[in-house]
């Protein structure tokens, strides 16, 4: 099954070039089931960018999925014409206003690291997203930033900064085999990572009920499951594109910034190369899993999501 777009939101036509299943509202109308509805909280500035990454992921599964954006209700970004934002956002009070709940949530990392978390300017509307999911929300899926946001908000595990950014394609390792979100993966494969701060495993470990499922001897913990809060969190960056990391060092060199080849992504580590994808295909079966394992356990009627 595809996953449902609008015919004008540009990721729309994006995925149908890849060959990824889209349809329309009309056509989704047509079909006499219940659609997943999955909810992205896009805090990240390239816009567009980062709905065609996870919409690429989540609509590669046999369901049918209806994707709706969401944005923070005052913060406004500089990055993604404001015409895109009010066609296709819409501002979380209104969303928590209306009652609606969703069987996922993904929320997004945000260039914002240097910050600590109180600093952020909309850091309590995003707390309060996070307690709403508690209610609203079967599974909710924090990634980069936002999963480490997550983590503390709900176990006081703080984020530390890195003496130099950990940046390129790391070798990580399948902790926990037998998860069900991590069906068919091989015992180790690559992420990509781009962060300035860690989480330490020590930290998480300390606090009860969170179960590390892939981590790394060069980038510690990467993905955590937290089932007391029916919760994900991946410190790294699955859904990135092959260029992604690229863009990102080809914009700090023309900008002066110190800032070191992305490691183990291009040939050779030679930047002149193209780089190479490792990770797609494990892309697809974590967040494929998650989808599966939300459809698998969320409730037929959405008024009961939260209440059991």
């Known amino acids: 099954m595809p996953i449902k777009l609008p015919e004008n939101l540009p990721a729309y036509d994006v995925l149908s070039r890849e060959g990824v299943m889209v349809m329309s509202d009309d056509r989704a109308a047509r079909q006499d089931i219940r659609p997943l509805r999955i909810g992205l909280l896009n805090l990240m500035p390239k816009k567009i960018q980062t709905e065609n990454q996870f919409a690429r992921l989540i609509g590669a599964t046999p369901l049918q999925i209806d994707l709706h954006l969401i944005r923070m209700s005052e913060h406004q970004t500089k990055n993604t014409a404001a015409e895109h934002m009010e066609e296709f956002y819409r501002p979380f009070q209104e969303v928590k206003a209306s009652g609606e709940k969703f069987d996922g949530l993904l929320v997004t990392g945000a260039p914002i690291e240097h910050l600590a978390f109180e600093d952020v300017t909309y850091w309590e509307e995003l707390r309060e997203v996070f307690d709403w999911t508690q209610r609203n929300v079967h599974s909710t899926f924090g990634v980069c930033w936002g999963g480490m946001a997550m983590i503390n908000h709900f176990h006081g595990v703080d984020k530390h900064i890195l003496p130099a950014k950990s940046f390129g394609c790391f070798r990580h390792m399948n902790i926990s085999p037998s998860s069900p979100y991590l069906r068919g993966f091989s015992d180790d494969f690559v992420i990509p990572v781009s962060r300035w701060t860690e989480m330490r495993q ?39 594109d ?40 494990h892309a697809h079966l974590l967040y494929g899993n998650w989808i599966n394992e939300i459809y698998q356990s969320t409730p037929y009627d959405m008024n009961e999501i939260g209440e059991r």
Not at 217 to 235: K, M, N, Q, W
Not at 260 to 272: E, H, M
């Open 202 to 240: 020590e930290e998480i470990d300390a606090r009860e009920g969170l179960v590390t499922l892939l981590g790394s001897t060069e980038v510690g913990p990467c993905l955590v499951e937290d089932p007391a809060h029916r919760s994900l969190y991946i410190f790294n960056h699955f859904e990135y």
């Open 242 to 281: 092959t260029h992604t990391l690229k863009e990102e060092y080809d914009r700090d060199v023309a900008q002066g910034k110190a800032i070191n080849v992305p490691l183990n992504y291009y040939p050779d580590d030679d930047p002149s190369r193209p780089p190479v994808n490792r990770w797609r295909s």
